[in-house]
T-cell receptor, first 113, second 114 residues
Framework: GQNIDQPTEMTATEGAIVQINCTYQ??????LFWYQQHAGEAPTFLSY????GLEEKGRFSSFLSRSKGYSYLLLKELQMKDSASYLC??????????????FGTGTRLTVIP | GAGVSQSPRYKVAKRGQDVALRCDPI?????LFWYQQALGQGPEFLTY????????KSGLPSDRFFAERPEGSVSTLKIQRTQQEDSAVYLC????????????FGPGTRLTVL
């Protein structure tokens, strides 16, 4: 099975940096995704890691360590509009090679002035 | 171009009623996924189509849940004899080729069963 853990809630100040951690256990790892979800809206794709290391995309960066089953999402220069839930999702090939996505519960980030 | 669309956006059903939820994937996307998202939780996989073929339905919680994609484009998720525990947001996602591609989500249908 899959076990994906991330903090339930975080609070950070506008302009600051925040790191959201995700740990996972899965048998057929085939990539890790981060999605942003504002309340009542669709999850939107932020980043994808399949190899170890850091992927940078503007104010957002994502890191992966496959040996540790660990990823983090780094948000820099926080803006009020960054208040949202951040979902960590692991793609698992499974026994059938289906490549399904398995999500954590999401981290609700609140940015305060 | 247009993203994934879903209808209705909100659905209220009385316990025992049947409901049908529609998903229009991004044009040309081969793969389509359905997820169920309970309040305060992450999405949970329900089922996966590649074109019209339902390749994985291991996440469907009971035989009251049924999904189809007869022409390999629009998909419908049907829930028969709805129960209160079926109340959730039902998300649809599509990807260009197979499950190895990035999935793009629709806005979801919020189902409330009274």
């Amino acid at each position: 099975g899959q076990n994906i853990d991330q903090p339930t809630e975080m609070t950070a100040t506008e302009g600051a940096i925040v790191q959201i951690n995700c740990t996972y256990q899965t048998s057929g790892f085939n990539g890790l995704f981060w999605y942003q979800q504002h309340a009542g809206e669709a999850p939107t794709f932020l980043s994808y890691n399949v190899l170890d290391g850091l992927e940078e995309k503007g104010r957002f960066s994502s890191f992966l360590s496959r040996s540790k089953g660990y990823s983090y999402l780094l948000l820099k220069e926080l803006q009020m509009k960054d208040s949202a839930s951040y979902l960590c999702a692991v793609r698992d090939q499974g026994g059938t090679g289906a490549n399904n996505l398995f999500f954590g519960t999401g981290t609700r980030l609140t940015v305060i002035p | 171009g247009a993203g994934v669309s879903q209808s209705p956006r909100y659905k209220v059903a009385k316990r025992g009623q049947d409901v049908a939820l529609r998903c229009d994937p991004i044009s040309g996307h081969v793969s389509l996924f359905w997820y169920q998202q309970a309040l305060g939780q992450g999405p949970e996989f329900l089922t996966y189509f590649q074109n019209e073929a339902q390749l994985d339905k291991s996440g469907l919680p009971s035989d009251r849940f049924f999904a189809e994609r007869p022409e390999g484009s629009v998909s419908t998720l049907k829930i028969q004899r709805t129960q209160q525990e079926d109340s959730a947001v039902y998300l649809c996602a599509s990807s260009l080729r197979d499950g190895a591609d990035t999935q793009y989500f629709g806005p979801g249908t919020r189902l409330t069963v009274l």
